[in-house]
Each structure stands twice: as structure tokens, then as C-alpha cells.
């Protein structure tokens, strides 16, 4: 297929029991690494994930709700 690819993006329950500090840092050691172009510093970058973990909302049964434990999860059929 030439550079392309299929993504779903049906999620229900994905991985709510990581260990969020653990896997962020993992994630960034990883991009760090890899990418030596990138202009984030290492703190910055983990800032950036705990953001986008930890401060995010979902909605259960029409109630709204904050991931307080783990990885934010998505339980929604998208």
C-alpha cells in the first residue's frame, strides 16, 4: 500500500491498569533515543505526557468521569 495504513479507532478499556509514571518515562527514554532531532527537553516531554494522560475526562453511562489511577482510557466507539 505505498506508505499508507488502517487505523480503528473503536476503543473500549484500553489499558487502564499501566503504571503512568513508569510508561511515560519509558515512552520519552524511547523518543529520546530515536529522535535526535526533536526540540523538547527530556522534562518538557514528560510534561507533555502527563498532560495528556492524567488531565484528560471520559464519559461512562452519561456521567462524566477523571482517570485517577493509570492511563487515561478511552470507552467509547468512535
Known amino acids: 500500500m505505498n506508505g499508507k ?10 489499558f487502564t491498569n ?3 509514571d513508569e510508561s ?13 532531532t526533536i ?3 527530556t522534562t518538557e516531554l514528560k510534561q507533555l505526557f502527563k498532560i495528556a494522560t492524567s488531565e484528560t475526562h471520559f464519559l ?3 456521567e462524566y468521569y ?3 489511577d493509570g492511563v487515561t482510557s478511552c470507552t467509547c466507539s468512535c
Do not use: C, H, R
Not at 495504513?5 to 484500553?14: G, K, P, T
Open 5 to 14: 495504513f488502517m487505523v480503528s479507532f473503536v476503543i473500549e478499556s484500553l
Open 66 to 68: 477523571d482517570q485517577t
Open 39 to 41: 526540540k523538547l527537553t
Open 18 to 20: 499501566l503504571p503512568l
Open 24 to 36: 511515560i518515562n519509558l515512552a520519552v527514554d524511547y523518543i529520546i533515543k530515536e529522535n535526535s
Open 60 to 62: 461512562f453511562n452519561g
